[in-house]
């Protein structure tokens, strides 16, 4: 017994030594105790800020610490949100203060910024109150292909050039390449962007320029072969969209609910939806108008003669012309030919066609659909047009711009003759070419970037450069948004 008292007595010993030592071991946990950095985010200007879109913004926050520290001790952060929370966040910048173009949906915004401590990963943040109004209202859309992208230039009326505008605001919808058309549609609902490419179709609303609608959202019932080709507003109740050669109409008043495009129009005889039509409209006279019963025409690339749109107003249909009257300059049914443009003219109740034969010669026919004989005039053009590849018809005199070798032609109709009207840069390939008014707009592209020119037509249908813009990708169309 007292052999295990004396036993337990010298443990109890022990172990009071190794506490004392324990007691003289270096406390690393309170002796390395890290002094925080107390950080402050101060914005001298606490006022809600307004820029227009694709503006620079521009904030120079203060950062206030109690031990003062070199700015490459932090991580810093930018970026915006929606002030309702619901769209997804756009990173900004990661710099000290905030240089950056504000490519958004008009609209409330948060701009956060964070500033993070490398050393401890403390990090604090600060809310910048933003409103981004509208500056898109009027200006060029140039639809462009770029670095294997779809996208949208816009320029306004100042000269001031904004890029990326349609990825800027529409992040996660690419737009399907090749593209074909872009166009601006009006009907009683209000004006709509329409972008068709090769094998799609989507709508941007007019004024956010964000995407509203894709192919299947167009049509009560889709094509199963999904190939645009056309889209035009015919008046403020029609709409039509060429799919696969077919026709589709958009007819809008006189009945409730939601309007989409009806299926592909057949023929009222046995043809059916035999037909395949070049990417081309002419609208005729309101069906209230008491003339002819032809609201639209387009060319049937099959029969190689053109069709007509009876005015019906609830379910259309298609129908061939009559024979020709005696007085008919040729027959509507049976041209013949390939069509390479169909524009309106001088007047809203005319339009030019320009055709080609098997042998390359071009012909101009002109026709008007608010009379009951609507072949008005034929005219071969000279020889020395022969090779042209883009036209474009005057809305103010009996003129078509034929576009050769970077010439562009004045073609006078009645008098059968033409002249140099202007010349496009040498070494530039012509992608398309429109007139608004007395502008003559067309765009190049020499193999690097893309061109815009704006010309200026006098009197006599001469054209004057009177503004150039590059550096886009290769410009596909382009329209007028006002």
């Not at 009326?157 to 549609?185: A, C, M």
């Not at 080709?229 to 799919?243: A, D, G, V």
């Not at 809305?395 to 032609?409: E, P």
Request: glycine content about 6%; proline content about 4%; aromatic content about 12%.
């Amino acid at each position: 017994m007292k052999k295990n008292l004396k036993y337990i007595r010298s443990i109890y010993a022990l172990l009071l030594v190794v506490f004392a030592l324990g007691g003289c071991v270096k406390d690393k946990s309170t002796h390395d105790l890290i002094n925080l950095n107390k950080v402050e985010i101060v914005d001298s200007d606490t006022s809600t800020r307004i820029i227009l879109q694709f503006d620079t913004l521009r904030i120079e926050p203060i950062i206030r610490q109690s031990i003062p520290t070199a700015d490459s001790a932090f991580n810093y952060s930018w970026y915006i949100r929606d002030a309702a929370g619901q769209k997804p966040i756009i990173v900004l910048d990661s710099t000290r203060s905030l240089k950056k173009a504000i490519g958004v949906p008009t609209g409330s915004y948060t701009v956060v910024f964070e500033v993070t401590e490398k050393r401890t990963g403390v990090m604090v943040m600060k809310f910048f109150p933003l409103t981004v109004t509208d500056r898109l209202g009027t200006g060029w859309l140039l639809l462009e292909e770029k670095d294997n992208k779809g996208d949208i230039s816009v320029i306004i009326p100042n000269g001031e050039v904004f890029h990326n505008v349609y990825s800027d605001l529409n992040r996660g919808y690419d737009l399907k390449l090749p593209l074909r058309q872009i166009e601006i549609t009006e009907t009683y609902s209000g004006k709509k962007i329409e972008i068709l490419s090769e094998n799609d179709a989507i709508q941007l609303d007019y004024q956010a320029m964000i995407k509203q609608a894709q192919f299947n959202d167009y049509f009560w019932s889709a094509p199963q072969i999904v190939k645009p080709q056309y889209i035009k507003s015919l008046s403020l109740s029609t709409k039509i969209f060429i799919n696969n050669g077919l026709l589709h109409m958009y007819i809008e008043g006189g009945f409730p609910g939601d309007v989409k495009y009806l299926s592909e129009l057949p023929f009222i005889n046995d043809k059916g939806t035999d037909y395949a039509l070049a990417p081309f409209a002419i609208k005729g006279p309101e069906s209230w108008d008491g003339l002819t019963a032809f609201s639209s025409a387009y060319y049937d690339t099959k029969a190689k003669g053109f069709v007509y749109v009876t005015n019906a107003t609830v379910l259309p249909t298609m129908a061939s012309f009559n024979a020709p009257a005696a007085t008919a300059a040729f027959d509507m049914r049976s041209i013949g030919m390939d069509l390479l443009n169909l524009d309106r003219g001088y007047t809203d109740q005319y339009y030019n066609a320009v055709f080609k034969d098997n042998t390359g010669n071009l012909f101009i026919y002109q026709i008007n659909l608010k009379v009951d004989e609507p072949a008005v005039g034929k005219s071969a053009v000279a020889e020395g047009l022969k090779g042209s590849t883009f036209f474009v018809s005057s809305q103010s005199n009996q003129f078509i711009y034929f576009f050769k070798d970077n010439i562009a032609y004045l073609y006078d109709i009645p008098q059968n003759s033409y002249g140099v009207a202007g010349r496009i840069t040498p070494g530039e390939t012509i992608t398309k070419v429109k007139i608004l008014s007395n502008q003559l707009l067309v765009a190049t592209w020499d193999g690097t970037q893309g061109h815009f020119y704006i010309y200026n037509i006098n009197p006599r249908g001469d054209i004057t450069l009177s503004n150039k813009f590059s550096d886009f990708g290769k410009v596909i169309d382009f329209a007028y948004k006002s």
